[in-house]
């Protein structure tokens, strides 16, 4: 049984754009696709990315706050552990969240 067939949660494709933000870390990315429960990315590059992590989504204006769960070759899957628009007033843990959003363009 691969991975993908023990998912609980369908995934649905997203193909938006996304930036992956940690300390000392700001990488554009793709996000490939999406469920209740999390998420996959595509890199620019193999990257040794931290466990926590927050990705930044730039149509939707908001923070994904993730945890690593796999990542192979320019790829990485990421379990949600919260959420937060990016819009307004923000809390101060996703401030460099926010600063990514804001440089690329969002609103």
Known sequence: MSFQDRRLEPRS?????????????????LIADVSATGLKVRLDRNLALPKQVQIVDLTQGIAIEAELAWSKGQEAGFKRTGQASLRGLTPSRLADARAAYLRAGGR
């Open 13 to 29: 494709p997203v193909n938006a754009r996304g930036i992956v933000v940690a300390p000392g870390l700001e990488m554009p990315c």
